[in-house]
């Protein structure tokens, strides 16, 4: 079977888990078998909704050592499951958590890693063949999986959620897995926005804003799109925008459908970090700014004209549909 | 103090990325190689610092041929004490982690330091697997470090935030953005990383589970649509219709 890690931050789950589970169940299609999810923690609400995503079974492991994310316990008691259950894959998201116990797990089960995979596999006898990006986004490579357990983590925004199914009853287990020693004080997340890596829409602004002051319009494209706001390196580093809104190589990768470039030149440092986005519209007074050349849609101009124009235009779209 | 630094070398950020004709190797023709920027900004320079406020050794550890030694050279040259280099081509993330791990396993180190992720196969994946192997625990995008004693307090960046944890000597971490700033060799740095020692060592045998079938480029942009300034209109209209995206 498919073994998928289902994680749920804080007790919810989220698009990252959904994804996980739908590329699960075309796993097992391909294979052949069925698509088991697994869960981890006391207080998990809407583990039966994995179903609906193509998991024929739920595991839940309702025990509050696993509240908080330590590597070496989740680790522990998703290779115990997998082993248990004679997973062949298992599957994880890409994320902060996946990043921490993928190669924990890998090393557990003898298997054959690949992280970061953004398509699905191909059969190939007994193995397993993924895609992934590499290079900071410059080159595609595929990897050939040879071990009899593979473990992969997906990467977000790689497939869409997909349901196929309905919700079905969790099945409550226990973990004898040991417990880490990681002791997590405090969690400081921002409220009331969606994360960088996991927006759909992002608008994101540089130097050619001016200074902070002027933020208010991107800022209201962003809310007229539903988006999630983000800044270049520039801009982080002269504390105009807070950092955790840096986007690029140094910054936060992401893989919005679209990204929204506004006053950003596009040095290669900032590309390393978006260059997966679906669409790309670049904004810039500039038409040598070489961001032009990574661009799906282009428009030089008077920035400062040209969002409100966008802000204004978008509002009539939602209006009308 | 004893912290073990794992360093990369990689194609440089602006490096062009091409492969030969069947798409198996980079070619390295006309590449510049440097530290993998995550390895030296933040883990290299956070231990370095760390020795120098407590004391204590750092020693910076590098997969590769003997090609990689201008790489390692530098971590001296910004502080390492000394480095070790273990001779052989650093296959997959699986091969490199093991051989981190046997040696480190026999050395008691207190922190093993890694960058969040390489600049080349963007895994993030050795830092976990040499933690495993050594049974410790892993703190991956730690963003902030601090020591009291055996006791460390971290910052890990999760998606929109940020954890603080504790967790007691010996940890491995990967490190991001915000756990230290990048520190340009100077010239008594660069003269004496000549004479530190750079020991090189044989590799453990490891079964390799993951090969590589092929590098390709990725498709070429259609190219950009160019919008004039006053048709806003039109620019959503395509990206409804046409990128269908909103």
């Given amino acids: 079977m498919v073994l998928v890690f289902a994680e749920s931050p804080r007790g919810h789950f989220k698009k990252a888990a959904f994804e996980a589970v739908t590329y699960g169940k075309k796993v097992a299609d391909l294979l052949g078998t069925s698509c088991v999810a697994i869960t981890l923690g006391a207080n998990v609400t809407g583990a039966e909704e994995l179903g609906r995503y193509g998991a024929t079974r739920v595991l839940h492991i309702a025990d509050p050592r696993f509240d908080n994310v330590d590597s070496h316990g989740y680790a522990a008691a998703l290779a115990d499951i997998a082993a248990q259950n004679k997973a062949t894959v298992v599957i994880l998201s890409h994320t902060s958590t996946g990043k921490a116990i993928a190669g924990r797990l890998a090393v557990r089960l003898q298997a054959a890693l690949a992280s970061g995979v953004n398509s699905l596999p191909t059969l190939q006898g007994a193995a397993l063949r993924v895609k992934k990006s590499v290079f900071s986004g410059k080159a595609i490579a595929e990897y050939e999986l040879n071990s009899p357990v593979k473990v992969i983590s997906l990467m977000g925004n790689a497939v869409r959620p997909e349901t196929s199914g309905e919700p079905v009853s969790v099945e409550t287990i226990s973990s004898s897995a040991s417990h880490g020693r990681i002791r997590v004080k405090e969690v400081k997340t921002i409220e009331g926005i969606v994360p960088l890596p996991e927006a759909e829409i992002v608008v994101s602004a540089g130097r050619g804003l001016k200074g902070p002051e002027n933020w208010g319009m991107v800022e209201d494209l962003a809310t007229t799109l539903g988006a999630t706001t983000a800044c270049s390196r520039p801009v982080a580093d002269s504390h105009w925008r807070p950092h955790h809104e840096h986007v690029g190589q140094t910054g936060i990768a992401i893989r919005p459908n679209l990204y929204i470039a506004i006053g950003i030149s596009g040095a290669i440092q900032h590309l390393a970090g978006v260059n997966n986005s679906k669409k790309i519209v670049v904004i810039n007074k500039d038409p040598e700014a070489p961001f032009f050349k990574a661009a799906d849609y282009g428009v030089v101009g008077d920035l400062f004209e040209i969002v409100p124009r966008l802000n204004e235009a978008i509002k009539k779209f939602k209006a009308a549909n | ?246």
């Avoid at chain 2, 192997?133 to 940020?162: F, H, M």
């Fill in chain 2, 1 to 246: 103090m004893k912290f073990l630094v794992c360093i990369s070398q990689t194609p440089d950020t602006t490096a062009k990325i091409t492969f030969n004709a069947d798409g198996t190797e980079l070619n390295a023709a006309g590449v510049q190689f440097i530290m993998n920027p995550y390895d030296e900004w933040y883990a290299l320079v956070r231990a370095c610092e760390l020795r120098e406020a407590l004391g204590g050794t750092v020693v910076a550890i590098n997969v590769g041929p003997a090609t990689n030694e201008t790489v390692i050279r530098k971590a001296l040259a910004i502080g390492a004490d000394e480095a070790v280099r273990i001779d052989a081509d650093p296959k997959s993330a699986g091969f490199v982690a093991k051989q981190i791990a046997e040696y480190a396993r026999s050395q008691q180190f207190d922190i093993i330091f890694l960058g969040k992720e390489t600049i080349d196969y963007n895994g993030s994946e050795v830092g976990a697997m040499v933690a495993e192997y050594l049974d410790l625990p892993y703190i991956s995008y730690a963003s902030k470090l601090e020591l009291n004693g055996q006791l460390a307090t971290l910052e890990r960046d999760i998606e929109g935030g940020v954890e603080v944890l504790e967790v007691d000597l010996p940890f491995v971490l990967s490190a991001a953005k915000g756990m230290a700033e990048q520190r340009i060799p100077n010239m008594k740095g660069i003269m004496t990383a000549r004479s530190k020692p750079l020991q090189v060592i044989p590799a453990v045998a490891y079964e390799e589970l993951v090969n590589t079938v092929q590098f390709t480029l990725p498709p070429a942009k259609a190219g950009v649509k160019m919008i004039a300034p006053d048709q806003m209109d039109e620019l959503v209209r395509l990206l409804h219709e046409e990128a269908k995206v909103i």
